[in-house]
């Protein structure tokens, strides 16, 4: 039976890392999180926000997903848009979710990161 989420997983391009860590450490404010030594050999970063688990593995052929991302959700969507934002990230709104507040964002590579609040 399934009981919970371990973790979403993302790619990036080979040679990524310090670009990874300025968005997802220095922008998201998310922690980063130690790779096993047996999987730190195959590059990339893993990073932790509360109960979130975010990893981002290295695609020698990279290419961005177009509609898949994980949903995020977050409190104070409003300041949280405008750290980011100020500290050089898209923030793109969308009213389309009844009972919610979202916006999308994009880290350096092109994967798409959806961010709500529930609104009741």
Same mark, same amino acid.
């Given at each position: 039976? +399934?009981? @919970? ?6 790619? $990036?391009?080979?040679? @990524? !890392? ?6 997802? *450490?220095? +922008?998201?404010?998310?922690? !980063?999180?130690? #790779?096993?030594? $047996? ?7 893993? %990073?932790? =926000? ?7 593995? +290295?695609?020698?052929?990279? &290419?961005? =997903? &177009? #509609? ?13 848009? &405008?750290? +980011?934002? =100020?500290?050089? $990230? ?10 919610? &507040? ?12 959806? %961010? *709500?609040?529930?609104?009741?």
């Amino acid at each position: 039976m +399934i009981s @919970s989420l371990d973790h979403v997983q993302l790619a $990036a391009p080979p040679g @990524s !890392e310090e670009r990874l860590r300025a968005y997802y *450490l220095d +922008i998201l404010g998310m922690a !980063e999180a130690d #790779k096993p030594p $047996a999987l730190a050999t195959r590059g990339g970063c893993w %990073f932790e =926000a509360g109960a979130l688990r975010l990893h981002i593995g +290295i695609e020698a052929d990279f &290419r961005p =997903a &177009r #509609k898949a991302h994980p949903g995020i959700t977050v409190t104070g969507i409003e300041d949280f848009a &405008r750290r +980011i934002s =100020a500290r050089g $990230a898209t923030v793109t709104w969308d009213d389309n979710l009844p009972g919610h &507040r979202r916006f999308y964002s994009e880290d350096p590579f092109g994967n798409r990161l959806e %961010f *709500l609040e529930p609104t009741t």
